[in-house]
């Protein structure tokens, strides 16, 4: 009997054995799976990384050149503004060359209120208007009250005078009128 058990000893442990030898080379290709897993996913992330790195190198030579392109426009914008007020300055210049060579004031007030007109057409066309405040009620949107007034001869909240004239430019509040206001 000792014979057999031994015989089924062996058994046993050559079992144990052909086992442990299975777990090792499943544990092996596992670990060779997880290897090349790793490796891949290593590629797929340096892909992902030179990715971004361009990514970002065309955003930032994106922003740079709209950068460029609204300083350009700007300066152009400018450029063509001041074109269209050159006739303006021209014209301020004949008429304080006239004034001194006629010392006729009446034709220096008619020359300053052309020029002045021309000024004011140019600027409309570009969108600037001025905002009426004389005799309106009072409106905080594009009014600014100085001051207030007792007044008879107007309503309350009434504008009686204009202290500084006040626009919009191309329908927005570019810069109240300063005004004073009636009050009872």
Do not use: C, W
Request: net charge negative; hydrophobic share 35%.
């Amino acid at each position: 009997m000792t014979e057999d058990r031994r015989q089924k000893t062996e058994d046993r442990e050559q079992k144990t054995e052909e086992a442990k030898e299975e777990t090792i080379t499943i544990k092996i290709s596992e670990y060779e799976k997880l290897k090349n897993d790793l490796g891949e996913k290593e590629t797929q992330l340096k892909d992902y990384l030179d990715t971004l790195q361009r990514l970002k190198a065309e955003f930032e030579n994106y922003r740079k050149r709209i950068l460029k392109e609204q300083s350009q426009f700007l300066e152009t914008a400018a450029q063509d503004l001041i074109i269209k007020i050159l006739p303006v300055l021209d014209n301020f210049e004949l008429a304080l060359f006239a004034a001194e060579e006629t010392k006729d004031y009446q034709k220096l007030i008619r020359g300053i209120e052309m020029v002045y007109g021309e000024f004011k057409e140019i600027l409309g066309k570009e969108g600037l208007e001025q905002i009426e405040a004389k005799d309106q009620v009072f409106n905080p949107e594009v009014h600014e009250a100085a001051m207030q007034v007792h007044s008879e001869e107007h309503n309350e909240n009434e504008v009686v005078d204009v202290l500084r004239n006040g626009y919009l430019f191309k329908g927005k509040v570019l810069r109240p009128a300063m005004v004073k206001v009636a009050r009872k």
